[in-house]
């Protein structure tokens, strides 16, 4: 997953929105608060990342599958311990 997607790019700038209000208002220096703006990035991978997760359907177990035919069970109108019904 591209770190420059749009849903990434949105919540990175919300996460963002703090860091440049402390900005503006002067709590922060420029140089502060454009070396916390990554991070906010970072955090919105992170999020859009666990929010993709676990919102993925998932996939059902299979069974597993015989490797070949010598596996194959033989057919269940023979059975070998009843004995034949006399044809008189």
Do not use: Q, Y
């Amino acid at each position: 997953m591209s770190p420059f997607r749009w849903d990434v790019l949105l919540v990175g700038l919300v996460l963002a929105v703090p860091v440049l209000a402390l900005g503006v208002r002067g709590d922060l220096s420029t140089e502060e608060m454009v070396t916390r703006l990554p991070w906010c990035l970072a955090a919105g991978w992170a999020v859009v990342a666990l929010l993709r997760f676990a919102s993925a359907p998932r996939t059902p177990e299979r069974a597993p599958r015989p490797a070949g035919r010598a596996h194959l069970a033989p057919p269940a109108s023979v059975d070998a311990d009843e004995e034949p019904a006399p044809t008189d």
